[in-house]
Each structure stands twice: as C-alpha cells, then as structure tokens.
C-alpha cells in the first residue's frame, strides 16, 4: 500500500519560493487501478516523481507498505517493489530488448520467457527479442517494451506517467489492451498519470491534482461522470 501524507514540493527562481505540490494525501490500495487526472501543469508527473524519488519532497511523508520512503533512493525503492515508466521512454543504444527484460526480471531469462512478456503487449517476440533499444523503434513499440519490462519486474506498485503521451492512435488501442489485461492479471497496484477517458475508464478510482492540490477523489463511478463534462469544456486543456 502506497500513502502519501501531507506531501509538498516548493522550488526556487528568480521570484522566490513557488509550491509544484502543496499539501496532497492520499492512498493506493493493495490489488487498486488508480489515475491521477488533472490540468496541464498541475502537479501530476511531480506527484509520480516524488513518489519514485526522481524528485525529493520539501513537506511530508511518503509510506510504502507502511515503510516511510521519503529520503530513500529510487534503486531502493525499485528493491521494495515500485516500478516506474516514463512519459517518454529511454532508448538504450547497444542493449537488446532481451537484455532489458532480463535486467527488469532480475534473473537470466530463457528466451522463450522473454518471449512471454513481449507476447503480453502485442508484440511479436522474433521481430524484437534481439533488436536494439535505440531510434530504430517507434513511440509505440518503446512505450510497450517499457511495459513489457514492467510485467517482468512483478513490482508491488507500477507507475506510469502519461503512456498516451507522443503515440499513435493504433498505438494507444494497444496499450488499452495491455493495460485491461496488466488489470486483470496482475497482483499489485497500479498508479497511471493520464488525460484519456479510455484509461479512466479501467480505474478502481481517480485523483484530480490542480493547482498543485487534490481538487477530489474517489471510485471512477462517482468521479468520471462530471469529469467528462469538464474536458469537453476544455477546462483540463488551459
């Protein structure tokens, strides 16, 4: 279980102190689907930051299966369990994809296991097993190979900030699918950063960061509603 309690975020420039996250709590159950929705600039990809340890809190605490977290490095909170993908994924010139996956995995996977986990995100395992992880790759291909490394890693709590983010339409139809069955499947949590609807719609329950501040949050039935009405205003889009 995932708590973030009190948590704030304060940086510095030429006019002083501003706050990025200004006093957010809230709790991710063992076994949840949660997304973090919101405006553009609002906190969201800082939120998942400060939860992976890419960026350390100035206020608060953040507790990991009841551990408090909050000046541990990100390699040991990937040793407890979270794993983290990125909006835009790294590209690993002169590392196979067979390579990353074993790295994920921690262990030296067979090939016909490596297999397994590009098969859970759609792709066809000879056409990627040893191919570099470099420019060759789409957007789309990156992002589920990410995936796929998540999947091997079997963490407690995934996190993932706005997969949608730079992919193609056929792209993003696959990563729903992936993403209905890593829901099913899987055992941990899973936390994603998104603004689409169809992502939404996969949620146990949904957190609206604005401002820096948890505007509401609660189960995807009472939440997704009214939230709709507010992107087709466009309010999220400012």
């Not at 390579?99 to 056409?127: F, H, I, M, P, W």
């Not at 191919?131 to 992002?143: D, T």
């Not at 890593?182 to 689409?196: F, K, P, Y």
């Not at 949904?206 to 087709?232: C, H, Q, V, Y």
Request: charged content about 25%; proline content about 2%.
């Amino acid at each position: 279980m995932l708590t973030l309690e009190n948590l704030s975020f304060d940086v510095n420039d030429e006019k002083g102190e501003i706050g990025i996250i200004k006093d957010i709590s809230f709790t991710v159950d063992d076994g949840k689907f949660v997304v973090i929705t919101g405006p553009n600039g609002g906190g969201k990809s800082t939120t998942a930051k400060l939860i992976m340890g890419i960026e350390r809190p100035t206020g608060g605490r953040i507790l990991f299966d009841g551990q408090d977290i909050t000046d541990m490095s990100i390699t040991d909170r990937a040793n407890l369990g979270i794993s983290f993908a990125f909006q835009q994924p790294v590209r690993f010139k002169g590392v196979q994809v067979i390579d990353l996956l074993r790295l994920a995995a921690r262990k030296k996977l067979t090939v016909s296991e490596a297999c397994q986990y590009l098969a859970e995100v759609g792709l066809c395992a000879k056409d990627y097993i040893n191919r570099e992880v470099n420019a060759s790759l789409s957007g789309g291909e990156l992002k589920r190979i990410e995936i796929a490394t998540v999947i091997a890693r079997a963490s407690k709590l995934s996190v993932f900030d706005e997969p949608e983010a730079g992919i193609d339409l056929w792209s993003f139809q696959n990563l729903i699918q992936v993403f209905e069955r890593m829901r099913q499947n899987t055992n941990g949590s899973i936390l994603i950063i998104s603004h689409q609807e169809r992502i939404m719609q996969l949620a146990d329950e949904i957190i609206i960061i604005e401002n820096g501040a948890i505007k509401t949050k609660g189960k995807r039935d009472d939440i997704l509603p009214s939230l709709m009405s507010e992107f087709d205003s466009c309010e999220f889009k400012k």
